[in-house]
């Protein structure tokens, strides 16, 4: 039986029949999680065009925004990092973002298109592979991140186990993800849009990352509700990638109404108090000797 990622206990109790909720500490993870390498079979060229997004590079326009603001926050929490490393890179926007910005940035992927495009189109440094096995000098970056990506892997108690090996002393962590917490979810229950594994598989609440966090070597600077900026094409977009429902069609209808260009001036910011962003710093460690990660990766020794 897999153990609980915040508090290490293997006391699970189904949870609307696709998650499971540890009674211990309370929180929640996909019922079934896929093998790293199913994982990362999810993520082809065609998540970003169609399956999860719209249209990826298409709504340019409002990732970079969001990323300006996620920026913005690291730089107001920590104004002396100037190189940072981003899990979850996608087709690079937020490097080459940050990269304008004065950082020195690098990024991996599991999807070797959106790798590719962040490579040559847009001049950053990229890998395409799995972080846990990537090859990272210990305290060659100040700061990692990972946007909206936390809830997508299959083991991130890994992930971040390793990310506070690599960080040098009060190195940082700064990731957004969804708060299953939050009014809203709580209220909208198993119809929080959040939820759809296999690609969503972990499920925190502030408490839950607050825990997990400190188990793993990091303390909470700040956690908070942010906005989102979207465009109606974004949301659209978005929608008639659901393919199925009323939902679809409406969104299908109102996208051949209006021109694209029409829909992407029709931009705001939204709070619904669902998304966390999360600012850590990693604690003094007296800790030696290989990451489970590692050693995991090392199979056994005789």
Known sequence: MISCIVCGTQDWEPRWQILCRCRN???MRAAELPTPAAATGIYTEAYFFGQEYGDYLADRQVHVQNFAARWRDMRRLADDVNTVFEIGCAYGLFLEYASAHGARAAGIDVC??????AASELGQRVIVGDFLTSPIAAGEYQAYCL???IEHLPR???VVERIERLLPPSGWLFLTT?????PLARLRGRRWRMIHPPTHL???SRRTMTQFLARHGFAIVEAKAISVYRTLHSVLSSLTALRKGFTHS???????LIPIGGQNRMGMWVNSGDIMFVAAQKRASLSCGPSRAEAESQ???S
């Open 25 to 27: 500490c309370g929180f």
């Open 112 to 117: 070797g298109e959106a790798v590719a495009h």
């Open 147 to 149: 946007w909206d990506t």
């Open 156 to 158: 991130p108690d890994l």
């Open 178 to 182: 969804g708060d299953v917490g939050s």
């Open 202 to 204: 972990q499920y925190f």
């Open 250 to 256: 409406a969104a299908s209808a109102i996208s051949r």
């Open 299 to 301: 199979g056994p020794t």
